[in-house]
């Protein structure tokens, strides 16, 4: 017959509240070291991009957030970037989880981090975006230009994304990672030369 006394629960329950604070501490720590991994950006780095209507460049939304065309400047250069705002109850743990496995992935089907920025609204992901021009628009998601009757985009170009996706994939596989949500409005698609465009799987998954 087990026999359990008042000092035995209370001393279980200290020893609760001991590992519970440790595994915080543990969680705190983790995420720290994340930020260090991840180079943290000043919102005010961060401008919006307009087209020639002034118009904000919205690459896609969806239940993560929104994905918009911006600027961000560094040492007097101004560079043109895909900023996920993310929805207003993703915690910066969830961001930095993102970015810190993007900066881990080594393939031109995905695209690189620049870092990550945390806002009162929203906290976002600074990400590289190509094709974009004197405010003309060249990149979108797979989605919008399948949509798009201004976009044309050759057969032959077409199977040149897929097959890029397609080893964008693999090499996921290959590394453990599975996406978990792979569609149009996640794959950008950038035009990087004449006639040639270059897929950028986004959106990738957090635990």
């Given amino acids: ?29 983790r995420s720290q070291c994340k930020v260090n991994l991840v180079k943290e950006i000043n919102q005010d780095q961060l401008l919006v991009a307009k087209d020639s209507h002034n118009n904000e460049i919205v690459f896609g939304q969806g239940r993560f957030g929104i ?21 207003e109850l993703t915690t ?3 961001v930095v989880d993102e970015a810190s496995l993007l900066s881990r992935i080594s393939h031109e089907a ?9 806002g009162e609204l929203h906290n976002m992901l600074v990400l ?3 094709g974009i021009t004197e405010g003309i628009e060249l990149s979108f998601t797979i989605h919008r230009s399948l ?12 199977l ?3 097959m890029q996706c397609c080893k964008g994939f693999h090499y996921l596989h290959s590394n453990g990672i599975v996406h978990n949500d792979i569609k149009g409005d996640n794959i950008l698609i950038a035009k990087v030369n004449l ?8 959106d990738l998954p957090v635990k």
């Fill in 92 to 94: 910066k743990e969830a």
């Fill in 128 to 130: 590289e975006v190509c």
């Fill in 147 to 158: 949509q798009s009757k201004s976009v044309c985009i050759t057969e032959t170009s077409w």
């Fill in 1 to 29: 017959m087990l026999i359990v006394t008042q000092s035995s629960l209370d001393s279980s329950s200290k020893a609760i509240r001991i590992l519970k604070r440790k595994c915080q501490t543990l969680k705190e720590l």
């Fill in 67 to 87: 994905c918009k065309l911006m600027s961000l400047s560094v040492s007097g250069e101004s560079v043109k970037d895909a900023v996920k705002h993310y929805a």
């Fill in 110 to 118: 995905f695209p690189f981090v620049f870092g990550v920025a945390f």
């Fill in 160 to 162: 040149h994304i897929l």
């Fill in 195 to 202: 006639g040639e465009w270059q897929p950028k799987i986004i």
